[in-house]
């Protein structure tokens, strides 16, 4: 188990954390689900989609059930995500009347809702399939018969602001969001972030400058803003002087290009004015008749 997993686990699994996640989708933020009503559950129940992803199973007290998948690399897109994730719930339901039920369900029987949601933590972004008809061929005059399976999907590269409603994950929501656009907003310089939300974006990120904070901040809230800003504001100049450099040297390269053609183009036309013809001047400089020529007309 890598770093980002055992982080994901560590931060998404405490039960306020957990919760407002699905809030942030679901409710705006709204503390419609409540951790205390949350319970771990036996990960037999499902299946693992992949070693790529990270999921944490809880139950919520009415039975429902909660998966969060995070995907764990910065640059891991699954084309396939929306169809595993269906395989994934189907199978979870399936297990679920065999292990509940010993031969059939009964009539009337309604069975829990298993409800999955993607946390993507990439910094590339999601070019992939949100719907089962984004990823399958559906043929003209079948549409009214196919079934559609949407993607319950957060990214946290988008300038969409998601509310968590849950100062942790909000920070960790918004430190993504602030490294991956590389921006910070006025109001956020002085803000201070929750300790684990800033190491477990360093985790995600691996971005040193929130390392740094953290192992000089052993307590408390931290405040992060001023120092990333400063560390955009650097990187942009020495993009900026790398662009002038680049264009001075190129400059100096069409300078000297254009130094040797005048000089060149001197020689041939005195060369010309002693009465030599194109074919003997470019048989003594080894060039071709058309180079000769096709200087003279720039000039």
């Given at each position: 188990?890598?770093?980002?997993?055992?982080?994901?686990?560590?931060?998404?699994?405490?039960?306020?954390?957990?919760?407002?996640?699905?809030?942030?989708l679901l409710f705006d933020?709204?503390?419609?689900?409540?951790?205390?009503?949350?319970?771990?559950?036996?990960?037999?129940?499902?299946?693992?989609?992949?070693?790529?992803?990270?999921?944490?199973?809880?139950?919520?007290?009415?039975?429902?059930?909660?998966?969060?998948?995070?995907?764990?690399?910065?640059?891991?897109?699954?084309?396939?995500?929306?169809?595993?994730?269906?395989?994934?719930?189907?199978?979870?339901?399936?297990?679920?009347?065999?292990?509940?039920?010993?031969?059939?369900?009964?009539?009337?029987?309604?069975?829990?809702?298993?409800?999955?949601?993607?946390?993507?933590?990439?910094?590339?972004?999601?070019?992939?399939?949100?719907?089962?008809?984004?990823?399958?061929?559906?043929?003209?005059?079948?549409?009214?018969?196919?079934?559609?399976?949407?993607?319950?999907?957060?990214?946290?590269?988008?300038?969409?602001?998601?509310?968590?409603?849950?100062?942790?994950?909000?920070?960790?929501?918004?430190?993504?969001?602030?490294?991956?656009?590389?921006?910070?907003?006025?109001?956020?310089?002085?803000?201070?972030?929750?300790?684990?939300?800033?190491?477990?974006?360093?985790?995600?990120?691996?971005?040193?400058?929130?390392?740094?904070?953290?192992?000089?901040?052993?307590?408390?809230?931290?405040?992060v803003c001023r120092a990333?800003?400063?560390?955009?504001?650097?990187?942009?100049?020495?993009?900026?002087?790398?662009?002038?450099?680049?264009?001075?040297?190129?400059?100096?390269?069409?300078?000297?290009?254009?130094?040797?053609?005048?000089?060149?183009?001197?020689?041939?036309?005195?060369?010309?004015?002693?009465?030599?013809?194109?074919?003997?001047?470019?048989?003594?400089?080894?060039?071709?008749?058309?180079?000769?020529?096709?200087?003279?007309?720039?000039?």
């Amino acid at each position: 188990m890598n770093s980002i997993d055992i982080e994901s686990k560590k931060f998404l699994g405490q039960p306020k954390n957990f919760v407002s996640i699905f809030n942030a989708l679901l409710f705006d933020g709204q503390q419609v689900l409540k951790p205390e009503y949350l319970k771990d559950e036996n990960s037999e129940l499902v299946m693992n989609v992949s070693s790529k992803h990270v999921d944490i199973i809880k139950r919520y007290e009415d039975g429902t059930y909660l998966d969060l998948f995070v995907i764990e690399s910065q640059s891991y897109v699954d084309p396939s995500m929306v169809a595993r994730v269906m395989e994934y719930e189907s199978v979870a339901r399936m297990r679920y009347i065999r292990q509940n039920f010993k031969k059939h369900v009964p009539m009337y029987t309604r069975l829990p809702m298993i409800l999955t949601v993607v946390l993507y933590v990439g910094e590339s972004k999601w070019n992939a399939a949100k719907r089962l008809s984004e990823l399958e061929i559906i043929h003209p005059g079948f549409e009214d018969m196919f079934n559609e399976f949407k993607l319950n999907l957060i990214e946290l590269n988008t300038n969409h602001k998601y509310n968590t409603g849950e100062k942790a994950t909000q920070d960790f929501f918004d430190l993504l969001r602030m490294i991956y656009r590389k921006q910070i907003l006025k109001e956020d310089l002085d803000r201070e972030f929750n300790r684990d939300a800033l190491y477990f974006a360093y985790v995600v990120t691996k971005n040193k400058e929130l390392l740094s904070i953290y192992q000089k901040n052993e307590k408390g809230d931290v405040k992060v803003c001023r120092a990333l800003d400063e560390m955009f504001e650097e990187s942009t100049n020495k993009g900026i002087q790398m662009g002038i450099k680049q264009g001075i040297e190129q400059g100096i390269e069409q300078g000297i290009e254009q130094g040797s053609e005048k000089k060149e183009l001197e020689m041939y036309r005195k060369m010309m004015d002693k009465g030599f013809e194109i074919k003997t001047i470019a048989s003594i400089f080894s060039v071709s008749e058309e180079s000769i020529k096709k200087l003279l007309m720039k000039a």
